[in-house]
């Protein structure tokens, strides 16, 4: 099929390549000119494991194209994905401009029937709003339905999830748009759920919020490991063994961060506000995770007792391992936090120190995960990086001033830490 994604970033890029990768002939179009020409270069803006063999793969196949230009992607696509960003105001509701600016450029140039799509995560009624919208400025009576389909890629993994997905979730109106969109979803062997609009967009927020209660309920539970000597580990084990619950998203450390978890929950807890819900429970998750980081910081002073003129190497900047996205990064805050109480702090991440450079420049990088460790009285991980399970512990033990670690993402097991005598505060306590 003729396939355009609108808005070439993690979402976008990744969805359109995968759907070339099945077969699609595929338009992905960004109003940014620098970032298009890139691609089009066959440079790849962000880091995500296996994509750039894909991009390469399927733009030599010619099923994968480039393009600045709406109309071009209108024009070449039957079906037009909506993934732009949808980021925060200050009052925590979802700013909707760019999808509205989007769905108003995608109709001043329609001309046939479309399925237009939102990838996006919008509030519920967001689909609603973008037909309208198409309504109100399609230059003609042009026909076109408007489709939910959340995505749920994690950014790590992104390839692998939109390859073998769970689930695939189709919100729609009509049996039309249904129809074409189980066609576009046929190669992937994966079970399809036909929902009406509202619901589909109601599944993402409640699906991410529900993930992110997930962390902030076993960072409670590891409190009170903690203060009773308890294995958080073990627990997690013990209740993830459960089927009911599941292991995954009970890796308790510094918290949530990233482009999603924050801001969908906070939009999550507006959205029900404005329906007339008070979602206390969600704003409990909130502060739980706002928490972790204070906590933490107090187990270093504990340790440490004072933070100021310290050196601190830390390992990890991106907000998750195998990304190079340190958008409300937690690893990014503690850096501050650190230098904000006066310790001299050098970073390292395998992926994130080019964007972490641009974005936050106060932040001191070396190029090399040892280099942190030259003279360190403290190390932190702060990302859950494997690479840095695999470092040369006993390497870096000799390299520091005094042999503390922090690890914020309970990724070393402290065992093995003590044996090469590091003493290792982890997280949480195990005994
Ligand atoms: C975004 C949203 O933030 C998220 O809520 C949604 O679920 C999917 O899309 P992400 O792909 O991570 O997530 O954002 P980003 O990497 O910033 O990519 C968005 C792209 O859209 C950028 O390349 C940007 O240049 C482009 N864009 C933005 C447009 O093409 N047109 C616009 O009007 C605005
Ligand atoms: C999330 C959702 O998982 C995905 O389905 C949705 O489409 C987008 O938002 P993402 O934010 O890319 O994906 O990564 P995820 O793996 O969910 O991690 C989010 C944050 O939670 C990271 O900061 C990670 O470190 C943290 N986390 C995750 C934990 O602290 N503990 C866990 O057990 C899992």
Not at 177 to 192: C, D, L, S
Not at 321 to 346: C, F, L, P, Q, W
Not at 380 to 401: G, N, Q, Y
């Amino acid at each position: 099929m003729k396939l355009t994604i609108v808005g070439s970033g993690y979402v976008g890029l990744v969805t359109g390549t995968c759907f070339a990768e099945v077969g699609h002939h595929v338009t992905c179009v960004d109003n940014d000119e620098k970032k298009v020409k890139q691609l089009q270069d066959g440079i790849i803006p962000i880091y995500e494991p296996g994509l750039e063999a894909l991009v390469r793969k399927n733009v030599q196949l010619e099923r994968l194209k480039f393009t600045a230009s709406i109309e071009e992607g209108v024009r070449n696509g039957e079906v037009v994905f909506i993934a732009v960003p949808t980021p925060p105001q200050p009052d925590g509701s979802v700013d909707l401009s760019y999808v509205e600016k989007v769905a108003r450029s995608i109709a001043e140039v329609l001309t046939d029937y479309r399925v237009i799509v939102d990838k996006s995560t919008v509030p519920v009624k967001t689909g609603e709003k973008v037909a309208e919208t198409i309504r109100r400025y399609r230059k003609n009576e042009v026909d076109f339905d408007v489709v939910s389909n959340p995505e749920f890629l994690r950014e790590g993994s992104a390839v692998a999830d939109l390859m073998n997905p769970d689930r695939i979730v189709i919100g729609a109106n009509g049996d039309r748009a249904v129809a074409v969109m189980k066609e576009v979803y046929e190669p992937f062997n994966a079970p399809i759920m036909v929902t009406d609009l509202n619901s589909a967009e109601l599944i993402k927020h409640a699906s991410n919020s529900f993930l992110a209660l997930k962390i902030s309920y076993i960072n409670a539970v590891a409190a009170i490991c903690e203060a009773s000597g308890a294995d958080i580990g073990k627990v997690a084990d013990g209740m993830g063994a459960d089927k009911r619950i599941g292991r995954e998203f009970l890796h308790a450390g510094l918290g949530y961060g990233g482009s999603c978890f924050p801001k969908d929950l906070s939009a999550f807890i507006r959205i029900s506000e404005d329906l007339g819900y008070e979602f206390n429970l969600l704003k409990e998750v909130e502060r739980i995770n706002a928490d972790q980081l204070e906590r933490f910081l107090k187990k270093m002073r504990s340790v440490m007792w004072v933070l100021r003129e310290k050196k601190i190497g830390q390992l990890g900047l991106a907000f998750k391992g195998n990304t190079d996205d340190i958008r409300s990064s937690v690893a990014i805050s503690i850096a501050h936090k650190m230098m904000e109480e006066g310790a001299t702090v050098r970073a390292y991440d395998p992926k994130g120190m080019e964007k972490c450079a641009v974005h936050y420049p106060k932040i001191p990088l070396v190029q090399d995960p040892y280099e942190v460790a030259q003279d360190a009285d403290a190390l932190v991980v702060a990302t859950e990086w494997k690479d840095f399970k695999e470092l040369d512990w006993l390497r870096i033990k000799s390299l520091m001033r005094t042999p503390l670690v922090f690890d914020g993402r309970n990724l070393l097991v402290p065992d093995e830490m003590k044996n090469l005598a590091l003493n290792i505060t982890a997280w949480v306590v195990r005994p």
